[in-house]
């Protein structure tokens, strides 16, 4: 399976007969996954989005958005609770406005679920964290 490593973003090969959370990237050498958000960007977004074999939920968001910032815990509680399922990734639009703008982000936060560049579900507004798991769990 390919995992895009959260530190540096090369992509890694990893064996499907060992557990991917102990997966280590060859090339940092940092753990591939910390149960927390990464910070993605115009320059690592293809690596996480499309490059790699991991689902990858997206959290468009921006600093004066009130909505966007009472979900960000129910956000980095599913990154510590559901990886190595999914990687969790986090936009903020106002400093990634060409991300926001090929995805057409209309209203934030926008919850958007993307494997190997597919964007397999979307959804407008922040969920409550049961919510959020169930539609992860429909779409996944
Ligand atoms: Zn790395």
Known sequence: ???ACPHCHALNRLPAD?????GRCGKCKHALFSGQPLELTAANFAAHAEKSELP???DFWASWCGPCRSFAPVFAAAAAELEPRFRFGKVDTEQQQSLAA???????PTIMLI?????????????????FYQWLQRYS
Do not use: C
């Open 102 to 108: 090929r995805f057409a982000i209309r209203s934030i």
């Open 18 to 22: 060992r557990p991917l959370q102990d």
């Open 115 to 131: 494997h190997q560049g597919k964007v397999l579900a979307q959804q407008a507004g922040a969920l409550p964290k049961a919510q």
């Open 56 to 58: 990858l939920v997206l």
């Open 1 to 3: 399976m390919i995992i």
